[in-house]
């Protein structure tokens, strides 16, 4: 079973909708991030969280929000979508105190807003 | 603010080729630089150097860190067309969060 899942893998979606994105992981680990990848532009930080009652912006929050349920759970919220919204989503994760930085990332959510 | 910029963009080469791929950064408290393979997929991790000079190697992969010049380099020899990639290159910074480049799209030719 994979240790990060992202639910929808795939989700096409009308300009002004709510979206959410949830993110799912079996590792233990405390930290875990959502980006989102455009072509040309890398991945892109959107929020982060560090443990259950911390959450972080990243460098492209406007537009998104985000809840960290518990600690293997954390969703990211489009709270009325628009098109250039439109892009690959990351959710990752991290171990506090792992010296190597590491993240490992779940498979992607492809989220198209028409 | 925390930059990681990488070289080139995208490079086409033919199988057997070697190819050297580029990052340098400026991050605030640098602890380490990544570098990440991604496919049609999520990126996977490929190494981590934290110290100038020492070559991390993985098979036909190598790294190299310079922490004076802010560079890093990825090496790939005998290239194959199962490396066709984007290779990332990433360095946490402030909160030790990553900030990633942009990413070179590597494509190799049978």
């Known amino acids: 079973d994979a240790d990060v899942t992202q639910t929808p893998r795939n989700r096409i979606t009308k300009t002004g909708k709510r979206i959410m994105l949830e993110c799912s992981q079996t590792?233990?680990?405390?930290?875990m991030y959502w980006y989102r990848q455009d072509p040309g532009l890398g991945l892109r930080l959107i929020y982060y969280s560090f443990d259950v009652k911390d959450i972080n912006k990243g460098e492209i929050s406007d537009g998104y929000s985000v809840s960290r349920q518990a600690q293997a759970k954390f969703s990211l919220s489009l709270e009325s979508a628009i098109p250039n919204q439109t892009a690959l989503y990351f959710c990752a994760t991290s171990d506090w105190g792992n010296p190597t930085d590491t993240q490992y990332f779940g498979p992607g959510t492809r989220l198209t807003v028409l | 603010e925390d930059k990681v910029v990488q070289s080139p963009l995208s490079l086409v080469v033919h199988e057997g080729d070697t190819v050297t791929l580029n990052c340098s950064y400026e991050?605030?408290?640098?602890?380490?630089l990544l570098w990440y393979k991604q496919e049609k997929k999520a990126p996977t991790f490929l190494f981590m150097l934290t110290s100038s000079g020492i070559e991390k190697k993985s098979g036909r992969l190598s790294s190299i860190l310079d922490k004076k010049e802010l560079f890093s380099i990825l090496n790939i020899t005998a290239t194959q067309t199962g490396d066709s990639a984007v290779y990332l290159c990433a360095g946490p910074g402030s909160a030790r969060q990553l900030t990633f480049g942009s990413g070179t799209q590597l494509t190799v030719l049978p």
């Open positions: 991050v605030t408290n640098f602890r380490s």
């Open positions: 590792k233990g680990h405390d930290r």
